[in-house]
């Protein structure tokens, strides 16, 4: 990603009177920009300063440009045009034909487009309607400079240092012009000779690229437009060896500039050429002159002697660390990737380990493998033989993630005597990529190696000195290296014992749910009786993610080898559900008869259930039993996973509605939290919530919480259930004390009680909420959507998931785009009485300073169960200020700073201490939009 070059985007006007709507206090806009490229103004100005202008602030800055690298840094020094006049506005600076800057100025005494302020109509793009945006009164201006060494009037004559035309100018003029201090002429002159498009210019253009001059900031500007020119009229295609030969000895001219124009043009189609732009790669070189070089070689076709001299150019420049000469040799080294990856395998220079260096050989080597070109390969595995470890693993790791699984190659037998060889002295976890490699590459020798292969893998499982996840890595690599070997799987199995540990042990089983043998879910149903909880649980879990391998566990089931009792509710569900329709036939067929299925009538089990409300559980027991069942998919006061909907408002809900959502999950889901199944093209199926998906790849939270990125192609169906993750019948896995108890703990209020937005939000505070769909001013972003803490508040954040979720309450506004589509009201469930309703919020569009000061944006009514209510009016000015920036207001205070946009605090105190049945967000009368982020309930 590009990023600015300038210090800072501060700017520094010479009034108070600036007006901004979304960056303040620096640019916005910056709206023109032009570098100074003639020589009317003094010498401190020449090619080194650009002038950008800024009309919000009345001025046109000059920004001072220094090398950085092969890059450039900037430094906003002083301004070229400052004005006290509001309605001054430049919007456009360019270095004019007499080499002053002329620039344009707007001229209107309101710049920016939005927000429409109360009283105005919004107008075409957003805009809105005002006589104060003149259309009429834009002016041009020219700035002379008249100081020591200004220049007499233009003569007009074409080929003096003065210019006012190049019409009708002949060949001869317009080469000539090529010599004009001013690049604003030398361009038009270039232009027009590239659109004659004669080589009579040529034998002209070649004296101006052998002239070895340079001016007083070592340029040669004639020379540099010379060789464009003759680029530009076909000149340098071969067909002309003068002009070849000119661009060639231009690579040694005394102008940096030169140099980088004559190796950006030259065709490196002769190894003489090839020579010279090789050479520039040297580190004395002047940084653009080696950035041209490393984009030249990237373009060209692959050179034998060209890999090495990159290589230095990456190693060269760790000291540097220049991020363009970095990226720039990466793209030629993947363009000259075998010759490259040969000669860092053939050094043992210290620095190809260096992370400036090494991460961009496996780069390479990934690149090298997408092509899959076995022709040279065995010269690389050959090289390979000896190089550095670290280079070793590294290469052979591109290549292994880089070569295409379904292009096998034939090595032949030097590819595979060379294979053998690498493989001999590698290390096991090297060795099992190579072995992995081997089968793509239609290796024959490395077979006589699997037995080594996995004897050495089955070391480093055993080895006991070894961290667990080194063994897991190692067991891993084993079921890759004989992925349709079931005795593999068997050989893991046998290693769990009861002195393994629960991490390992269920490491090791779900590196087996990586096979893919259809015996091997045999082998685990055999030995599922001697694993320990953790791990059986696993092998559960991994047992139902291929088909043949359910079928496997639905034989055992059958055959009484396995309870149902012992899978999960998801598990069920999922069996019950598959997408294999005979193993959800059978499935449905041997829960019945087990009585695994939960009763299909969620309304009578509910009203079975009912008493329960009326009972006063263990608040404390109930906390427990939620981590134990709960807390692997929600969240409650920061404690869990945050996959399904946060519990920690849940208190302000009776206990009927909370156990209605717990019997009958599904009854009225979100569409963000249902179950969706994946079947996979290697005989997985997957199910669970959508986190993500994207062109290429779609993400899945399953019931454990895990994480699954299942690539597009890789997928054969893809089934949207109405079903809820949370699987019906969890009943069933607790008593009904315990039930009471958890309960008790969802309806237990503390001393402060958050609300949940989620049913009542109306937007996304990640998407633009009020003009611009594409405005990033217009969007509230924490960092974090974790829950928050002001002067000792809790508020709870409702995470957008992206952009994807509402997360916050924007009301109607007759103002802007999305706020005319907004609710004029919302209802906040509470059902307790309070000292204060807090409000994370106090924000709106279009309130102050902007709109009528005392208007009435919202009003907060609270409706009390007595069906009496109150209200209390939040006005623009008071407690309301506008979202934009901070702007401070004394019935509010300043809370979050998010990208620039405010977030404010306020509380509400109710007048009485009657539970409030509801809270209501009213908007007012007035046009600003407000905004409310979070709600918190005080207890009495």
């Known amino acids: 990603m590009l990023e600015g070059i300038a210090e800072s985007n501060k700017f520094e006007p010479i009034t108070e009177n600036v007006r901004q709507v979304d960056h303040h206090g620096g640019f916005t806009s910056a709206s023109g920009h032009a570098l100074y490229t003639a020589r009317a103004y003094p010498a401190e100005y020449w090619n080194k300063t650009a002038f950008v202008t800024e009309p919000t602030g009345h001025l046109i800055a000059t920004f001072v440009i220094r090398p950085d690298g092969a890059g450039f840094r900037s430094k906003n020094s002083w301004n070229l045009v ?35 302020p109360a009283g105005f109509k919004t107008g075409k793009g957003a805009a809105y309607e005002t006589d104060a945006r003149d259309k009429k009164h834009g002016r041009i201006y020219r700035l002379v400079w008249t100081g020591e060494g200004a220049k007499k009037p233009a003569d007009g004559k074409p080929g003096s240092a003065t210019l006012t035309s190049l019409k009708d100018a002949s060949a001869e003029q317009l080469v000539a012009a090529l010599k004009n201090d001013n690049m604003f002429w030398r361009l038009h002159a270039q232009r027009l000779l590239v659109e004659r498009n004669k080589t009579d210019v040529v034998p002209e253009l070649l004296k101006l690229v052998a002239d070895p001059a340079v001016d007083e900031i070592g340029l040669n500007a004639p020379a540099i437009h010379a060789l464009w020119t003759l680029h530009g009229v076909g000149a340098l295609d071969g067909s002309n060896p003068a002009a070849i030969a000119a661009a060639a000895k231009a690579c040694a001219h005394a102008s940096a500039g030169v140099r980088r124009a004559a190796v950006q043009m030259l065709p490196l189609n002769a ?91 496996g780069i390479v080597a990934q690149h090298y493998a997408r092509q899959a070109n076995a022709e040279k390969l065995p010269d690389l595995l050959a090289a390979l033989a000896t190089a550095q470890p670290v280079v070793v693993e590294t290469i052979v790791t591109g290549l292994e993630r880089g070569w295409p699984r379904d292009k096998a190659v034939k090595l032949g037998e030097a590819g595979d005597l060379a294979l053998v060889k690498l493989f001999e002295k590698s290390s ?28 050495g893998l089955l070391a480093q499982i055993k080895d006991e000195k070894l961290k667990d996840s080194e063994r897991i890595a190692a067991a891993g690599q084993l079921i890759d290296f004989r992925k349709s070997d079931p005795a593999v799987a068997e050989e893991l199995l046998q290693l769990i014992s009861p002195r393994t540990s629960p991490d390992l042990a269920q490491g090791l089983v779900e590196a087996i749910g990586q096979s ?64 294999d329709k005979e193993v959800a036939k059978r499935a449905k067929e041997l829960l019945a008869r087990g009585g695994g299925l939960p009763d299909p009538d969620r309304q009578k089990v509910l009203e079975e259930l009912l008493p329960l409300i009326k009972e006063t559980g263990d608040a404390a027991a109930g906390k427990e039993l939620f981590k134990k069942h709960c807390t692997k998919c929600h969240v409650h006061s920061g404690e869990g996973t945050k996959i399904g909907p946060d519990l920690t408002g849940m208190a302000v809900h009776p206990k009927e509605e909370l156990l209605t959502h717990i019997i009958d999950p599904s009854r009225s889901v979100e569409g963000n939290f249902r179950i969706y199944t994946v079947v996979i093209s290697d005989g997985r199926v997957l199910s669970g919530l959508l986190a993500s998906e994207s062109k290429t790849a779609i993400e899945l939270f399953d019931a454990e919480g895990k994480k699954h990125a299942i690539q597009r192609e890789d997928v054969e169906e893809l089934v949207a259930s109405t079903k809820s993750l949370m699987p019906d019948g969890f009943e069933k896995q607790v008593t009904k004390p315990e039930l009471s108890n958890l309960l008790e703990f969802l309806t237990q209020r503390g001393k402060y009680l958050p609300l949940d937005l989620r049913k009542v939000a109306t937007i996304a505070s990640t998407r633009s909420m009020f003009v611009d769909a594409n405005a990033q001013a217009e969007r509230l972003i924490f960092r974090d959507w974790s829950p928050k803490t002001f002067e000792g508040v809790p508020f709870l954040l409702v995470d957008p998931q992206g952009d994807r979720v509402p997360n916050c309450v924007l009301l109607y506004s007759t103002s802007g785009t999305f706020p005319q589509k907004m609710p004029r009201s919302v209802t906040l469930p509470c059902n307790a009485p309070a000292k204060a309703v807090h409000i994370l919020g106090g924000i709106a569009g279009w309130a102050f300073p902007y709109g009528e000061k005392g208007s009435v944006s919202m009003i907060v009514r609270l409706n009390y169960v007595d069906g009496m ?72």
Request: hydrophobic content about 45%; some cysteine; charged content about 20%.
């Open 82 to 116: 400052a004005s006290d006049d509001e309605w001054c506005a430049p919007i456009a600076a360019e270095i004019g034909p007499d080499g002053n800057v002329w620039f344009i100025d707007w001229y209107n005494f309101i710049v920016q487009h939005n927000p429409t």
């Open 271 to 361: 190894a003489a050429n090839r020579a010279l732009a090789e050479s520039k790669l040297d580190p004395r070189e002047d940084p653009q002159v080696r950035l041209a070089a490393l984009l030249a070689l990237a373009d060209a076709e692959p050179g034998a002697g060209t890999g090495p001299r990159i290589l230095d150019a990456l190693i060269q420049n760790v000291q540097g660390n220049d991020r363009w000469i970095a990226d720039a040799a990466t793209a030629a080294a993947a363009r000259n990737a075998l010759s490259l990856l040969v000669e860092a395998s053939r050094r043992n220079q210290p620095q190809l380990a260096s992370p400036a260096v090494l991460p961009r050989i």
């Open 428 to 455: 096991p976890a090297i060795g099992s990529r190579l072995a992995a490699l081997s089968t793509r590459w239609g290796s024959r020798q490395l077979e006589q190696f699997a037995v080594k292969i996995a004897s």
């Open 516 to 579: 893919e043998a259809s015996d091997a879910g045999a082998a685990i149903i055999e030995r599922l009786g001697a694993l320990a909880p953790s791990a059986r649980a696993a092998a559960l879990r991994i047992l139902l993610s291929r088909g043949d391998w359910t079928t496997s566990l639905i034989d055992a089931i059958g055959a009484g080898k396995i309870a149902f009792s012992e899978l999960s509710l998801d598990q069920k569900q999922a069996l019950a559900a598959h997408p």
């Open 869 to 940: 209510s109150e209200e209390h009016p939040l006005k623009n000015g008071e407690e309301m200020a506008d979202y934009i920036r901070r702007v401070d207001v004394p019935g509010s205070k300043f809370a979050y700073q998010l990208r620039g946009q405010q977030l404010r605090y306020l509380a509400i105190h109710p007048k009485r201490t009657e539970p409030i049945k509801d809270i209501e967000l009213v908007k007012g009368p007035d046009a600003t939009a407000p905004v409310v982020m979070a709600v918190t309930l005080e207890s009495p």
